[in-house]
């Protein structure tokens, strides 16, 4: 029995033991706290400011190592928070075509930034020098790339409609300078009967590392009508014939097959047609022969498709 009782008090003994020690050594630490202290640390530096009109490429310094003064307590709140300092770039100096700061006007830049029981002693980098590129934006238009099918006597009415039209493209001068064109990727549209939309993703260039684009999707859409075929004569007309000349053709006229909606088909005439024959070509081919080339070269605006039948006329040559 005896012997339980001096084991507890001695377990006692070394609990009170241990009590005053952590107790002693928080004293011991919260004094050293208040006390001020000198150390070295590093800053990460994040630039703001940037002139208008120019884009940041590089800096001589992302980070900067400094020597502070402080009292303890400072010290340990401060290396819990993130250490990063702003550096405005707005009076950014300029020299012999590169772009500086000195180490006064950035000194006070973080002096100001600091707690008022915080001193920057040191600072061991110099100046710092930064790159800097002319920014310019550019409109880009957005070409979508179409793979079309179509249902029998389906057909793309007019053209293939994209929204935006084109995209806006901020950044260096020598990387917007090298992209005139954006495409989409392959869209395939197959058995198309009815009007369609969809929407695309913008290849956008690797190249392209320190610009920007003003959207990434377009819209891509297009109206399909149904067509009807048909058949219309055009008399031919002939060029740059001698004046001392008459010309007959055979035949007179040439057919051409269009294709249209049935309600435009309805409104054609002949008179909405042109096919021309150039007399000068027999002349300049030298060539003995009873045969003309002729071309379509005027059609509606309303139409899907024109083409002649055939593409050569007989003639023949009478004096006047």
């Keep these: 029995m005896l012997g339980k009782i001096q084991k507890g008090m001695k377990k006692r003994k070394v609990k009170l033991f ?25 800053f990460d530096l994040n630039f703001i400011g940037v002139p208008e009109n120019k884009m940041l490429l590089s800096a ?8 502070l003064e402080a009292v303890g307590f400072q010290f340990l709140r401060f290396n819990f928070n993130t250490k990063t300092v702003d550096i405005d770039l707005s009076k950014v100096n300029k020299s012999t075509g590169r772009y500086f700061v000195t180490k006064n006007q950035y000194q006070k830049q973080i002096e100001k930034q600091l707690s008022s029981s915080m001193q920057l002693v040191q600072i061991v980098d110099d100046t710092l020098f930064f790159d800097f590129s002319e920014v310019i934006t550019k409109e880009l238009p957005v070409e979508p790339v179409l ?5 029998q006597n389906y057909i793309l009415d ?45 290849i956008t260039p690797d190249t392209l590392l320190n610009s920007s684009f003003s959207g990434e999707r377009v819209t ?22 001698p004046k001392n000349m008459n010309i007959t053709t055979f035949p007179e006229e040439v057919e051409i097959l269009c294709k249209a909606k049935l309600s435009d088909l309805k409104k054609m005439s002949s008179g909405d047609f042109k096919v021309v024959a150039d007399y000068n070509e027999v002349i300049k081919a030298n060539e003995k022969t009873n045969k003309l080339s002729v071309t379509l070269q005027m059609t509606p605006e309303n139409i899907f498709g024109a083409n002649l039948i055939q593409n050569q006329v007989a003639y023949i040559l009478r004096k006047k």
């Excluded at 009590?19 to 919260?30: D, E, G, N």
């Excluded at 009807?228 to 007309?237: F, G």
């Design 147 to 151: 793979e079309m099918t179509f249902k």
């Design 220 to 241: 891509v859409s297009g109206k399909v009508s149904r067509f009807s075929e048909k058949i219309i004569k055009v008399p031919v007309q002939v060029l740059n014939l």
């Design 158 to 202: 007019g053209k293939v409609k994209v929204d935006p039209a084109t995209i806006s493209l901020t950044g260096p001068v020598d990387e917007v300078a090298s992209v005139s064109l954006l495409k989409t990727p392959k869209i395939e549209l197959t058995d198309l009967s009815s009007d369609f939309s969809r929407t695309a993703m913008v």
């Design 60 to 67: 001589s310094k992302e980070k900067l190592d400094v020597k």
């Design 18 to 42: 241990f009590v005053f020690l952590v107790c002693s050594f928080f004293a011991w630490f919260i004094s050293n706290l208040s006390e001020s202290f000198t150390s070295n640390t590093t």
